[in-house]
């Protein structure tokens, strides 16, 4: 059970869905797969209002007009896909399905995207969803009056800050360093919010309560001092982290897990190219993912053309 | 109202109707929000492949939506959406937040395996 494809695409995000237009409007068989949702990261946006050329959508309606877009020049989309291997170092690439179905191609890009980072302390896993958010749009309202922590130093946590002042109480930012990774005009919006105060440089050591979030413990790195934040709500803004575990021994990947990919987004694989939020890269936005998309698939495409030559 | 493929569930009489004509119900109450619409895409695909259990949505915050935040296995309940799964008409597990594939089916299948 399987099927041959001369493209096989990992992953169905911005990157993903552009690789898989671009390949099947060049007639080549492609398939897309996801084990998530279409979109990937992209769908967690409400609103998109800097891809260019349209005002203002949200990242599920783009991700679907890109997904709708693809399957019109022939190419295979499956989310949800259960995969449970993908072998890469052949010349015949193979991603094996749970139910033993097998696709083999020829090229594969890799396009598998990110996954949020967690802080991975105790009581993280516990409280998601009883105290603990990844969403302040979703679930900012929740804590209407109530005190509340956000963990991270980037733009997403002191924006996300400013936008859960609406709600909160008091607002406790807490971050590993000593300075933000802001920018300077986040960072002072941040700071100017009179109900918004700052632990930095501090260890998440972990989450306690007892019916629901109660206190968020964590420890000055210079002086060892824990300290114990009262709340009723956590926001975790602390990034992404590649989603290259599948590839792990297989191509070169830097020490965050990154894979690495030359100026033609070529992997160390022959045949195997890499796209967006997975590989090392600086911007991570929809475009810088779909002008990667497009570069992986021509390379890919220019690839296939010396193989079958 | 939610802009899903499902059917969705818009009075309590909905909902109680829902309950009683089926012994396997999941119900994901939410917004077309990022952390809901996985879920809501998850189930539609879950669908084919469940025939035995009753996929449903609800909006949070429309009135009917009392029904489901009001339960108290929602109780503590802060991140969105809320998903509960009903057997005979009554809970027998509940989440909250963004779900997986895998945690979905694990749920259905532990909870709602058919019956011999």
Known sequence: MGTDYDIVVLGAGPAGLTAGIYAARARRSVLVLDTGTV????????QVANYPGVAETSGRELSRAMAEQARAFGCDIKAFARVADVELRGEVKVV???DGARFRSRAVIVASGGVPRKLGVEGEETFVGQGISYCATCDGDFFTGRPIAVIGGGNSALEESVALSRYASHITVIHEFDHFQAEPWVVAEAQSNPRTSFLMNQRVLGFTGVKGLEEVRSVDKATGVVTRTTVDGCFVFIGYVPNSGAFEGQMELNERGEVVTDEALRTSLPGVFAAGDVRHKRVRQITTAVADGTVAALSALEYLSGAAA | ML??????????????QALEENDNVMICCGRMGPMCLPV?????TLTPEYPHVAFRDMAFDEPVGRVVRDLPETAGFTGL??????????VVAATSSIQTMDQVTAVLDAKFAPQA
């Open chain 1, 39 to 46: 979109g990937g990261q992209t769908v967690l946006s409400y």
């Open chain 1, 96 to 98: 094996t399905m749970r």
């Open chain 2, 3 to 16: 802009q899903t493929g499902l059917e969705h569930i818009e009075s309590e009489e909905a909902f109680r």
């Open chain 2, 40 to 44: 809501y895409d998850i189930m539609e």
């Open chain 2, 81 to 90: 959406p809320f998903t509960v799964y009903f057997r005979e008409g009554k």
